[in-house]
């Protein structure tokens, strides 16, 4: 009867000792789980934190680059505006030194 009892101590440990490592690793997959789920939420913040710097900064790089458009096409116009002026201011010269020069007769 004695083997028999120890036998029954033996199996009983053993059926504990068997829920202890079923519940040991039915814990270490929830951690796992909810350290993944933890760290997804993580990679997503920074994402979402670098694509905003991200768009911030082509926001000012675009920016430059519209107002230096902008500047190059007022230069553009002002130097167009100034030859515009030159050319009409010598031309009267140009015109009386050409008919000068085709009217001359060398002989």
């Not at 997959?29 to 994402?47: D, G, H, M, S, V």
């Not at 710097?53 to 920016?63: L, P």
Request: hydrophobic share 35%; glycine share 4%; no cysteine.
């Amino acid at each position: 009867m004695d083997d028999k009892g120890g036998i029954q101590m033996l199996l009983a440990a053993e059926q504990d000792a068997q829920r202890i490592v079923v519940s040991a690793r039915a814990g270490k997959t929830q951690r796992l789980r909810q350290a993944k789920e933890e760290a997804e939420l993580e990679i997503a913040a920074f994402r979402a934190q670098r694509d905003e710097e991200f768009k911030k900064k082509q926001d000012v790089s675009t920016g430059s680059v519209d107002s230096n458009v902008k500047r190059l096409e007022e230069e553009t116009d002002a130097k167009i505006q100034q030859l515009r002026k030159e050319s009409s201011q010598k031309s009267h010269e140009v015109t009386s030194f050409l008919l000068k020069y085709v009217t001359t007769v060398k002989v």
